[in-house]
């Protein structure tokens, strides 16, 4: 079992710059990670992901404005977003996934706005 914790949300105005954190209880050095968010009223959608080799993906939205990352010996995935807009308004969670084991964070509040 591993647990998740965000932290690093809050408010920004657009423009902004903002870095969410996840701190893993145990070892995810060998996880697919990633941040996935949930609008008000829409469903949850990814955002980005880093594999255990360190490739990673970026949604269309986002591309060129985030950077995710991981550092394996702290246990922990970032996610550095810059260039914020209203649109990023969100609540963000924490994946880490191998094979059948899918574990979530609770989340952290991102709003964007002046």
């Known amino acids: 079992q591993v647990q998740l914790v965000e932290s690093g949300g809050g408010l920004v105005q657009p423009g902004g710059s903002l870095r969410l954190s996840c701190q893993a209880s145990?070892?995810?050095?060998?996880?697919?990670t990633g941040w996935y968010r949930q609008a008000p009223g829409k469903q949850r959608e990814l955002v980005a992901q880093?594999?255990?080799?360190?490739?990673?993906y970026y949604a269309s939205s986002v591309k060129g404005r985030f950077t995710i990352s991981r550092d394996n010996a702290k246990k922990t995935v970032y996610l550095q977003m810059n260039s914020l807009k209203p649109e990023d308004t969100a609540v963000y969670y924490c994946?880490?996934?191998?094979?059948?084991?899918?574990?979530w964070g609770k989340g952290t509040l991102v709003t964007v706005s002046s």
């Open positions: 994946n880490a996934n191998r094979g059948g084991r899918n574990y």
């Open positions: 880093v594999t255990s080799g360190g490739n990673t």
């Open positions: 145990g070892s995810i050095s060998d996880y697919l």
